[in-house]
């Protein structure tokens, strides 16, 4: 079995920054892509990072410059740098995996979830 376990989130005002975490589990064999999604209230779930094995990264338009992704292969863990927050970026923030487990299943594996909210 395989978990996302994701660490960080909380209330930070307007400019402020945050750090998201999510470290993969369990019968874990590798993992490729890597990412980051956010669910506003009343809104669909948008993509807002990826990160493939090698480090190669791609970012929403409304977060670059100010959101960096980054990963530890060793830890299995990706990371959300975010600066220069905004109200808008107030979101639950999941992270995903794209993983090949130990019996060489392969699946999209997601995090719990993380609220993060921006205040004006």
């Known amino acids: 079995q395989v978990q996302l376990v994701q660490s960080g989130g909380g209330l930070v005002p307007a400019g402020g920054s945050l750090r998201l975490s999510c470290v993969a589990s369990?019968?874990?064999?590798?993992?490729?892509?890597m990412g980051w999604y956010r669910q506003a209230t009343g809104k669909q779930r948008e993509s807002v990072a990826h990160?493939?094995?090698?480090?190669?990264?791609i970012y929403a338009d409304s977060v670059k410059g100010r959101f960096t992704i980054s990963r530890d292969n060793a830890k299995n863990t990706v990371y959300l740098q975010m600066n220069r927050l905004k109200p808008e970026d107030t979101a639950v923030y999941y992270c995903n995996a794209d993983l090949t487990t130990t019996s060489l299943s392969h699946f999209s594996a997601w995090g719990q979830g993380t609220q993060v909210t921006v205040s004006s």
């Open positions: 990160i493939t094995r090698g480090g190669t990264t």
């Open positions: 369990g019968n874990v064999f590798s993992i490729n892509n």
